[in-house]
């Protein structure tokens, strides 16, 4: 009780169960689900291979807590608990990976596809040499009822896990890049960002964290020595790229490396395993010049690690001129800083006043000329009424391919409106959007409804938006005004300008 009270006293507490105790537990299950496949020698150096060669150095263990660690947990205790059921075809693990998968699916919905290995493992005793399709229906006839009860419960977890994920109150995917209505706000799975996902010098993952080169390899390993293996491990990092590269917010100038991918890694050590394994059967010379290769991988991420925390290497704002300029240096030079981009606001949406943006005019609307006029105006003579009948005011609908051709670029939309009835019953919306095939994403909003806003007089709203490179240049971009109650709200004034860089960002 007092060692309690110690810890909460000086905040270790919070940390202690949500960092420090997960991030220990991941590291024994890591261990151990690895052992299930390969000799200690080979467990010990991919361990340190994966951990010290990685960003996971960064993300793991200098970063303080955050969902990916917890990942990093649960992921090797499913394949831990997938390597228990298949000893004897128990239900106790399959029951064990309730909780699990319900803590994986509230924090990330593409590390849900981890139940692929124990799916695929289901009917891992089939011949190596026929289909998945003639092993699983081999496997079906042999498995008898339990078995075939227990593949049910797989198939019926995962619908259950992607059922969750649905309800607002378990989960908010895509918060870090959008604000509004959680359902319009998830970002069509379509990896146009995938390329600089993978290699852009802003954060790309194999660019920070190249020994990843070494677990691709592994999978031409795994699929030699464990087919079913292989299968999950790869359809689960081509879900997890897929994802990644769909996110409009790829960049995460405030990390090393790109972050939503680090739990991968915990997945990613089965390959890595595999293929340490392999050096292990190859002549001294081969042996040893590929540790080498792996040791040079693990100093040059340790290094790169210490330039990220001391402030000298920037990935959120790196070229390859200033990544070239930064290799291996200890200070950033003023040389170093012209070559970097210009540092992106945080938050990302918010319009930064400097003197490298160009000011377009996009629409403005003073409503003296509308069929639905309205007495009350903040200029002129009248403005535009919004109700039941006439719920959306004009605004700008454009494909984005003909907005802008730079990745940051801002919109600003500013308007005076006037409403009557009190703050709370105002249900008016500005609203800027990107829409694919009519589904909007990065939808964000500002509620005329809050506490600033005060009846009987006009108040003025302002909201900035960073615009998204897009999933496709026809995706349509759109800013209006929105009443969705019954409440009239009047109005006026309305400007919408882009902001774009005058030179490369």
């Given at each position: 009780?007092?060692?309690?009270?110690?810890?909460?006293?000086?905040?270790?507490?919070?940390?202690?169960?949500?960092?420090?105790?997960?991030?220990?537990?991941?590291?024994?299950?890591?261990?151990?689900?690895?052992?299930?496949?390969?000799?200690?020698?080979?467990?010990?150096?991919?361990?340190?291979?994966?951990?010290?060669?990685?960003?996971?150095?960064?993300?793991?263990?200098?970063?303080?807590?955050?969902?990916?660690?917890?990942?990093?947990?649960?992921?090797?205790?499913?394949?831990?608990?997938?390597?228990?059921?298949?000893?004897?075809?128990?239900?106790?693990?399959?029951?064990?990976?309730?909780?699990?998968?319900?803590?994986?699916?509230?924090?990330?919905?593409?590390?849900?596809?981890?139940?692929?290995?124990?799916?695929?493992?289901?009917?891992?005793?089939?011949?190596?040499?026929?289909?998945?399709?003639?092993?699983?229906?081999?496997?079906?006839?042999?498995?008898?009822?339990?078995?075939?009860?227990?593949?049910?419960?797989?198939?019926?977890?995962?619908?259950?896990?992607?059922?969750?994920?649905?309800?607002?109150?378990?989960?908010?995917?895509?918060?870090?890049?959008?604000?509004?209505?959680?359902?319009?706000?998830?970002?069509?799975?379509?990896?146009?960002?995938?390329?600089?996902?993978?290699?852009?010098?802003?954060?790309?993952?194999?660019?920070?964290?190249?020994?990843?080169?070494?677990?691709?390899?592994?999978?031409?390993?795994?699929?030699?020595?464990?087919?079913?293996?292989?299968?999950?491990?790869?359809?689960?990092?081509?879900?997890?790229?897929?994802?990644?590269?769909?996110?409009?917010?790829?960049?995460?100038?405030?990390?090393?490396?790109?972050?939503?991918?680090?739990?991968?890694?915990?997945?990613?050590?089965?390959?890595?395993?595999?293929?340490?394994?392999?050096?292990?059967?190859?002549?001294?010379?081969?042996?040893?010049?590929?540790?080498?290769?792996g040791l040079l991988l693990v100093t040059l991420n340790l290094f790169q690690t210490w330039q990220f925390s001391q402030k000298i290497?920037?990935?959120?704002?790196?070229?390859?001129?200033?990544?070239?300029?930064?290799?291996?240096?200890?200070?950033?030079?003023?040389?170093?800083?012209?070559?970097?981009?210009?540092?992106?606001?945080?938050?990302?949406?918010?319009?930064?006043?400097?003197?490298?943006?160009?000011?377009?005019?996009?629409?403005?609307?003073?409503?003296?000329?509308?069929?639905?006029?309205?007495?009350?105006?903040?200029?002129?003579?009248?403005?535009?009424?919004?109700?039941?009948?006439?719920?959306?005011?004009?605004?700008?609908?454009?494909?984005?391919?003909?907005?802008?051709?730079?990745?940051?670029?801002?919109?600003?939309?500013?308007?005076?409106?006037?409403?009557?009835?009190?703050?709370?019953?105002?249900?008016?919306?500005?609203?800027?959007?990107?829409?694919?095939?009519?589904?909007?994403?990065?939808?964000?909003?500002?509620?005329?409804?809050?506490?600033?806003?005060?009846?009987?007089?006009?108040?003025?709203?302002?909201?900035?938006?960073?615009?998204?490179?897009?999933?496709?240049?026809?995706?349509?971009?759109?800013?209006?005004?929105?009443?969705?109650?019954?409440?009239?709200?009047?109005?006026?004034?309305?400007?919408?300008?882009?902001?774009?860089?005058?030179?490369?960002?």
């Amino acid at each position: 009780m007092v060692m309690a009270l110690l810890l909460a006293r000086f905040d270790i507490l919070p940390d202690l169960i949500f960092w420090i105790l997960p991030l220990l537990a991941g590291l024994v299950l890591l261990w151990r689900s690895l052992s299930c496949y390969f000799k200690p020698c080979v467990v010990a150096v991919t361990v340190l291979l994966l951990l010290s060669g990685t960003n996971c150095t960064w993300q793991l263990f200098l970063a303080g807590p955050n969902a990916n660690a917890i990942l990093f947990t649960l992921l090797p205790a499913v394949i831990l608990l997938n390597q228990l059921w298949q000893r004897e075809r128990s239900w106790l693990p399959l029951l064990i990976l309730i909780p699990a998968m319900t803590a994986i699916a509230r924090i990330s919905a593409p590390a849900v596809f981890i139940l692929l290995v124990p799916a695929f493992s289901w009917f891992t005793d089939s011949d190596q040499n026929s289909s998945l399709t003639e092993q699983f229906r081999e496997a079906w006839k042999d498995a008898g009822t339990n078995g075939r009860w227990q593949l049910i419960f797989l198939g019926g977890l995962l619908i259950a896990c992607f059922s969750l994920r649905q309800f607002s109150w378990f989960t908010d995917a895509g918060s870090a890049f959008y604000y509004g209505d959680a359902v319009k706000a998830q970002f069509p799975v379509v990896p146009a960002n995938l390329s600089r996902v993978l290699l852009s010098f802003k954060n790309g993952w194999l660019v920070y964290s190249p020994l990843i080169l070494f677990s691709i390899a592994g999978f031409y390993f795994m699929a030699e020595k464990h087919r079913q293996l292989f299968s999950a491990v790869f359809l689960f990092l081509m879900v997890s790229l897929v994802w990644a590269g769909s996110n409009p917010a790829w960049c995460f100038p405030g990390s090393f490396g790109y972050p939503n991918l680090v739990e991968t890694c915990a997945v990613l050590s089965l390959p890595l395993g595999y293929f340490t394994e392999w050096i292990f059967t190859r002549s001294p010379k081969t042996r040893i010049a590929l540790l080498c290769l792996g040791l040079l991988l693990v100093t040059l991420n340790l290094f790169q690690t210490w330039q990220f925390s001391q402030k000298i290497l920037l990935p959120g704002r790196m070229t390859g001129a200033g990544y070239a300029a930064t290799f291996g240096r200890s200070a950033l030079t003023c040389r170093t800083v012209s070559l970097l981009e210009t540092d992106i606001p945080a938050p990302p949406d918010s319009l930064p006043d400097v003197a490298w943006l160009r000011r377009t005019k996009l629409a403005t609307y003073d409503f003296e000329k509308m069929q639905i006029p309205t007495q009350k105006a903040h200029s002129g003579n009248s403005g535009m009424l919004l109700n039941t009948h006439n719920v959306f005011s004009p605004g700008v609908t454009m494909p984005i391919g003909q907005l802008t051709d730079r990745d940051s670029s801002w919109v600003r939309a500013t308007g005076y409106f006037y409403f009557d009835c009190p703050a709370a019953a105002n249900k008016v919306f500005l609203v800027i959007t990107c829409v694919r095939k009519g589904v909007p994403y990065k939808y964000k909003v500002t509620d005329l409804s809050s506490g600033r806003f005060v009846p009987h007089r006009w108040n003025r709203v302002s909201m900035s938006y960073l615009v998204p490179f897009p999933v496709d240049p026809a995706d349509t971009f759109q800013v209006y005004f929105m009443n969705y109650g019954d409440q009239d709200c009047c109005i006026d004034d309305v400007e919408i300008l882009l902001f774009k860089p005058t030179r490369s960002l």
